[in-house]
């Protein structure tokens, strides 16, 4: 698999993917508004994940554009683009709860989530 490989990133079968209950971070590592980024390896996979805090929310996707499957951001933290995720690829917006792209290359297509939940001060794969 390519790095960029968007259909590999979204297999379930992607040996990189963390398994349920991976400790990604402290949830005060993420800003609010803001985000995180993690990136693994299992062999010829990949997988990158993004993380965002936003209005109270915990959200976890797959750091994949529907676009191009190019990831958000190289750092999370500048993911954010007032009150929207936006793509550095081509610029396309999404809507921070749900992923949905609103303007740009991708419009009505949306991110994919990636389940996390906060557990006693950290996130955590879902
Ligand atoms: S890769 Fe994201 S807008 Fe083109």
Redesign the pocket.
Known sequence: MTYLDRRAQLDPANAARPAAGTVLCALNEINEPGGKTFRYRSGDDVFMGLVIRFKGDVIGYVDS?P????PLAYDGDHVFSSDHLM?T????LFRPLDGKCVA???VDEAMTQWPVKVVDGEVVCA
Do not use: L, Q, V
């Open positions: 554009c676009h191009f499957g190019w793509c690829g081509h610029g396309a740009g290359p991708c």
